[in-house]
């Protein structure tokens, strides 16, 4: 899991790099990062919400 995750955060990196001149691919890509990260933290609340009970 933490391999796919550092992979995944070089591609993101690489894809900077490559768009950062594009601003319309940047604010989708922030937008992709804004809900990937929404739906992280509503999982880890799930998963906190069973592990309390």
Known sequence: ???NRESVVRVEE??????AADD???L???LR???????IKR????DQGCLSR
């Open 43 to 46: 999982r880890q609340r799930e």
């Open 1 to 3: 899991m933490k391999e």
């Open 14 to 19: 690489w894809e900077d790099r490559n768009y």
């Open 24 to 26: 319309h691919v940047s």
């Open 28 to 30: 989708k890509r922030l």
């Open 33 to 39: 990062r804004t809900v990937r990260a929404s739906a």
